[in-house]
């Protein structure tokens, strides 16, 4: 089955303890994102890339670091995470070449930062 | 600097009637994108619809259209038919930025079908 998949699913952690969230996708895909969506702001855009080695800024990638050493798997990474990064986490994918069309969510991981 | 706006926070529609869900943008790139996802109470993001800054047709997929108009820079969703199964969130997105492949989300609208 074509999916996204993210781990964990739910995580509470404390101020300052790094964390990883895990993202893979079997579908082959080029691109892959990272957003954050919270209570009125809708999603925003932490991080994407356009293939393996290459990574951009999104709007907001203050406080988190990526890295896509191979196609499949785009790993977020929180080296000191803080009560504001709390939040619910997307990653997505998709196979445009160039051109982004339709990108395949992942279900979500739920970050609380006490 | 990119943005997609979404003025309605809340929409409530009858069962089998059409309704429409509003999307502005602000972009002075030629070429972008304009997509809508749904957002249902289970959390999950599920595509609905793409519309390219260059093409000249509405896009339709089902019972949703894209109504561009891209002079006054909206892209609103129509959804026709309206089902219990369409209350959920929906969210207008673009695509564009320094790279063309950066995405902004609106703030979303949640929409609820009575019976």
């Known amino acids: 089955e074509a999916q996204v998949t993210q781990n964990p699913r739910y995580l509470i952690t404390v101020t300052g303890k790094k964390l990883t969230v895990t993202c893979s996708q079997n579908?082959?895909?080029?691109?892959m994102s990272w957003y954050r969506q919270d209570p009125g702001l809708g999603l925003r855009q932490i991080y994407y890339s356009m293939n393996v080695e290459v990574t951009d800024k999104g709007d907001v990638p203050e406080g988190y670091k990526v890295s896509r050493k191979e196609k499949r798997n785009f790993p977020l990474i929180l080296e000191s995470p803080s009560p504001n990064q709390t939040s619910l986490y997307f990653c997505?994918?998709?196979?445009?070449?160039?051109?982004?069309?339709?990108?395949?969510f992942g279900p979500g991981t739920r970050l609380t930062v006490t | 600097a990119q943005k997609i706006t979404q003025t309605q926070p809340g929409m409530f529609v009858q069962e089998k009637e059409a309704v429409t869900l509003d999307c502005t943008y602000d972009?002075?790139?030629?070429?972008?994108?304009l997509f809508w996802y749904k957002q249902p109470s289970s959390g999950e993001m599920i595509f609905l619809i793409y519309q390219g800054s260059y093409d000249e047709q509405n896009a339709t997929e089902g019972r949703y259209s894209l109504n561009f108009q891209k002079a006054r820079k909206s892209a609103n969703l129509v959804i026709s038919a309206s089902q219990l199964g369409d209350s959920a969130m929906y969210f207008c997105?673009?695509?564009?930025?320094?790279?063309?492949?950066?995405?902004?989300f609106g703030t979303g609208t949640s929409l609820t079908v009575i019976p």
């Open positions: 997505a994918s998709s196979g445009g070449r160039g051109v982004i069309y339709e990108q395949y």
């Open positions: 972009t002075s790139d030629q070429s972008y994108g």
């Open positions: 997105a673009m695509r564009g930025g320094n790279t063309g492949n950066q995405f902004y």
């Open positions: 579908m082959n895909h080029e691109y």
